[in-house]
T-cell receptor, first 113, second 114 residues
């Protein structure tokens, strides 16, 4: 069964600290993995997208890694800011004839001063 | 920038009412989607559309229908709203192919059914 599991469910960190969010998936055949940031009450916004051949992708202070062998991805946030407080959603797409995209439940990050 | 507009951000409806959620995109994308998002669950696909007047069921289509009369507009319809349809509804669009393309989301429509 195609699944995307994210951990932790929620995380509280101090401003300026780094953190890493995890995503494990069983989606097959794998096509790509995306990380989205969703501010409270808003729609998700794309941070990174990685295909099978890519193992790291950066977007400012956000760095995503992908290990297609172990089917794991991580999102590392460096020098966190208060504005990083949001939900981070891992999204994995399967390479099929039609549309097959599985969303993780998200990690809720709280950055406090 | 791609703009996906959901006309209703917050709605409160009574059980049994017919509800229309409208979504408009301005980038001539062929593919449009309706998802619902509930706490602790990932986004779940309700319906999607490849083209005008074309629609396909997603993972949870029961209790919903859709309409795509024009390329830029994709409507989600709840024929008879029920309390278990209280949720956040997200419209999304993709340029041409699901694989390798960013999904663009609207801001979401919060629906409460009482």
């Amino acid at each position: 069964k195609n699944q995307v599991e994210q951990s932790p469910q929620s995380l509280i960190i101090l401003e300026g600290k780094n953190c890493t969010l995890q995503c494990n998936y069983t989606v097959s055949p794998f096509s790509n993995l995306r990380w989205y940031k969703q501010d409270t009450g808003r729609g998700p916004v794309s941070l990174t997208i990685m295909t099978f051949s890519e193992n790291t992708k950066s977007n400012g202070r956000y760095t995503a890694t992908l290990d297609a062998d172990t089917k794991q991805s991580s999102l590392h946030i460096t020098a966190s800011q208060l504005s990083d407080s949001a939900s981070y959603i891992c999204v994995v797409s399967a390479r099929t004839g039609g549309f097959k995209t599985i969303f993780g439940a998200g990690t809720r990050l709280f950055v406090k001063a | 920038d791609v703009k996906v507009t959901q006309s209703s951000r917050y709605l409160v409806k009574r059980t049994g009412e017919k509800v229309f959620l409208e979504c408009v995109q301005d980038m001539d994308h062929e593919n449009m989607f309706w998802y619902r998002q509930d706490p602790g669950l990932g986004l779940r696909l309700i319906y999607f559309s490849y083209d005008v007047k074309m629609k396909e069921k997603g993972d949870i289509p029961e209790g919903y229908s859709v309409s795509r009369e024009k390329k830029e507009r994709f409507s989600l319809i709840l024929e008879s709203a029920s309390t278990n349809q209280t949720s956040m509804y997200l419209c999304a669009t993709i340029p041409d192919s699901h694989s390798g393309n960013t999904i663009y989301f609207g801001e979401g429509s919060w629906l409460t059914v009482v």
